[in-house]
């Protein structure tokens, strides 16, 4: 801003002394440079793109932004991304499966940040956030090949999709016995169509009625029913694996940290009749040590801290019929808390509280739980309600 | 005979179990990768059917058929279990 000034008044002075016939010119030039230079701080996007570009390379800022790794709001700016993410945009060579398998450490490793802004793009707070998943016995890691390994060979998806064969073979033949060029063409356009409704459809063998008998579209469907429905118990199985993740959430504004939160949890299925069968019910545990600001005290910062110990057991009482998602899942535990620092006046320094939560299902991965808690400490009820993100599906 | 390239490319996962069978051969894919086969110069319908990594949401592939550097037919599939039939019109 000086900058520009004073080059306006050297500007204003070499046209008065020796270029006085271009002072009109220079002026309205300069006049545009500055409107332009206020539509610029005023566009969101111009100034966040020069700090961001500070950051990382500009060229890739587009691609983080396409991807949800960044997004900016008003006076925000906030980054979520696994390692792997990350590394996929800078390098887009590394979907190769070899790669995949190799970078599954990164895969595991969520990191985040929220950044807030002030007029000047000066940091005012600042929200940084880990996730590991340090066991994962949620992705297959065997050599072999996942299918070859459960029955799920070539030669058993060709025989399960065979008769569609006949369907394909009756649609060439249509289309090879026309030598009209014109006709051609309207008859592979029309199947075209045919076949792209099919690709649209979740798998409807009916849609070749015309060239398939009721019997067969019922055995193609059987056989692929019986194929999928085998893949469908293997995702099962696999999704009630053990999950062990660490979690961090940090806090700083104000020129302090004003939370320092760290998480250990625990996820197991089990309950299934033999060792293939999907799990019934989910196992949970996890303990939290979180250090925060005192809100009653905001002259120090973290001088609360508060351990937390919570166990239990997790049912999905509800499925999605489409994608097997939970609708509503019911949750009883207990949870114990030690509050070692920071005890408010009349607060207890640990007490013990039986939980019983229902969580419904308001969008994908998004859940609305409603918690009823006794304390064991107090013998009061307390309810609670409140958005849960499902950050199990994080490393899926 | 002409011959027809095909073009598999597996993103975001390590397990898959893909067939691509067209004019009676049959292709299969566990990565991403290309095969070349020969094929009379007629129209095909070829058929993409398979399984992709049941642990990865995101899991995408991309199928090409390439006859020299002329693309005849593409698909991205999403789903993870899944058949396509794609037209494949042979010069």
Redesign the interface.
Known sequence: MKKNIIAFFVLCILSKASVAQDFNAILSQKAEQKQQSAKDAADQKINFKSVVTNLIAGRYYQALVKNGIINQGDGELKIKSTIYGLIRIFDSTK???TY??KFRWARNTEFGAGVELDKNNKIQAFNPSLTIAILNK???KGKA????KNG???TK??E??KI??KA?SK??EE??VITDPEK?KEK?AA??AI?DK??KSA?DFSIYEKWLSKEEIKELGSK?KEL?GK?DS??KK?SGAPLLTYGYEGGYSGSKWNKLNNKLEFLVGFGGTTKDTTRKYDFYAGVFYDITQDTLNKLSSLNRNVFTAKIGVNKVLFKHDADGSSIIEVFGGAEYQNISKGIYTGEKKDFLKLDLTFSFRLAKNLYLPFELKYNATTGRFEGYLDLKFDVV?IF? | MPTVRVNV?????????I?I?IGGQ?L?F???GSQTISLDS????A?I???Q?????NSTVFVEFKQASTVLNS?TIDE????????V?VN
Do not use: C
């Open positions: 979907r190769e499966k995949f398998e949620r992705e297959y090949n996942f299918f070859d799920i060979s070539p998806i060709e399960a999709t569609l064969d394909i649609m060439e289309v090879n051609r592979i199947i075209a076949n099919f690709n798998v692929w999928t893949y293997l995702q696999l599906n899926k | 490319r597996l993103e975001l996962g390590s397990q898959y179990q067939i069978k049959v299969h566990q990565d991403s007629r129209f095909y319908i058929k059917a398979g399984f990594d049941p642990t990865n949401t698909i993870r279990k899944f058949i396509k039939l794609l037209n019109d």
